[in-house]
């Protein structure tokens, strides 16, 4: 006998293109596009109402086995216990012939959190024993360094592509944990290549410039590292291309980070600590609690209103750009 299969699907964590392409084998088990499209229901859980989302999970599927019912940010309104526990009850109205989908773009539970045996209501409830064959939980998390060779390797198989080790990590190493743009960039080379032959490093090289956000990481870590030889390169190479404001802008952003870091550190939080509102790409919080122990936070705080000063200096021109650019240089690396 054939298990049945889960009527509510959680999927939460940062890497929004897994889940999204999760979704999308789900959307293409119900056959024609057309078909699928009739048979789907996209809400958002910050403007839902309790009987629209009903109305949703109890249609019956027209021309498929099963509708698909997404509710994007499913917890956003829903604050405090009668909102929650009326929720849940809703819940139990979800047919085999219904999945309800439900999606958030970061971990319902932190890491403090799960560490301290603290679960978030929503999980808390789905990981009960009388919701094993019901509800299907599936956290989603960015890979970064080796995992991320091994995301692109894996990505390229499910393409029929071939590429080197060498050009996988070259790839990472320019894009980060971003495995939308890996994902995107992984089809361009394939394409270059015309599926042919295994794409290479110098391909990558020749086809992936570095983008300013990686650009910008290089730079920053090298005045971490108080690597003068190497910061005054690359800010060569970035002003060749790009405007002092925004390079100073960038720099600007990534000590601001680097000092939420610190603060973090300091009180033994984690990554999935950084502050949801200030939108701080997952990539650039983990480089930042990485690298933030090596300074004091008065040592950032001190750098961050320097950064504010020569901004000043920049836009009342009392300093050219790029000289004040080339101080900060020889000022950090000291």
Same mark, same amino acid.
Request: glycine share 4%; charged share 25%; proline share 5%.
């Given at each position: ?5 889960p009527v509510? %699907? ?9 889940i ?5 084998k ?52 829903l604050?405090?216990?009668? *909102? ?5 009850e809703?819940?139990?109205?979800v ?33 009960a ?12 998390? *960015? ?12 990505? $390229?198989?499910?393409?029929?592509? *071939?590429?080197?080790? *060498? ?22 080379l394939?394409? %270059? $290549? ?9 391909? $990558?090289?020749?086809?992936t ?10 730079? $920053? ?61 997952? %990539? ?16 950032l705080?001190?750098i %961050? ?30």
């Amino acid at each position: 006998m054939t298990e049945a299969a889960p009527v509510i %699907y959680i999927l939460d964590g940062d890497d929004e293109f897994a889940i999204h392409e999760f979704i999308d084998k789900m959307r293409a088990k119900l056959g024609d596009p057309t078909i699928a499209d009739m048979n789907t229901t996209r809400l958002d859980g910050k403007t839902f109402s309790f009987p629209q989302l009903e109305e949703a999970v109890t249609t019956v599927p027209f021309l498929a086995p099963r509708r698909l019912v997404i509710l994007m940010n499913p917890t956003a309104r829903l604050k405090d216990k009668p *909102q929650q526990e009326k929720f849940i009850e809703l819940t139990t109205v979800v047919k085999p012939a219904t999945a309800l989908v439900l999606v958030e773009h970061h971990f319902l539970t932190t890491e403090r959190d799960r560490r301290d045996g603290k679960l978030h209501w929503l999980e808390r409830w789905a990981t009960a024993p009388e919701q094993a064959n019901r509800v299907y939980l599936r956290h989603f998390s *960015q890979p970064s360094g080796a995992s991320m060779v091994r995301w692109i390797l894996d990505y $390229v198989k499910t393409v029929d592509g *071939q590429f080197t080790p *060498q050009a996988a990590t070259s790839l990472a190493n320019q894009i980060g944990d971003d495995t939308r743009l890996a994902a995107q960039e992984v089809l361009k080379l394939l394409a %270059y $290549v015309n599926y042919t032959r295994p794409v290479e490093a110098d391909d $990558v090289d020749h086809l992936t410039p570095l983008s300013a956000k990686v650009g910008d990481f290089e730079l $920053v870590n090298s005045l971490r590292n108080r690597d003068r030889r190497k910061a005054q390169a690359l800010l060569k190479r970035m002003l060749e291309e790009g405007d002092p404001l925004q390079i100073l802008h960038s720099v600007a952003s990534q000590f601001r980070s680097l000092i939420i870091a610190r603060e973090i550190i300091d009180v033994h939080g984690s990554v999935n600590d950084f502050p949801k509102p200030l939108k701080i790409h997952p %990539y650039q919080a983990r480089l930042a609690m990485e690298s933030a122990p090596r300074f004091s936070i008065q040592k950032l705080e001190a750098i %961050y209103h320097r950064l504010l000063k020569l901004d000043e200096a920049i836009k009342t021109g009392q300093m050219n750009g790029d000289l004040a650019l080339e101080l900060l240089v020889i000022e950090l690396t000291n």
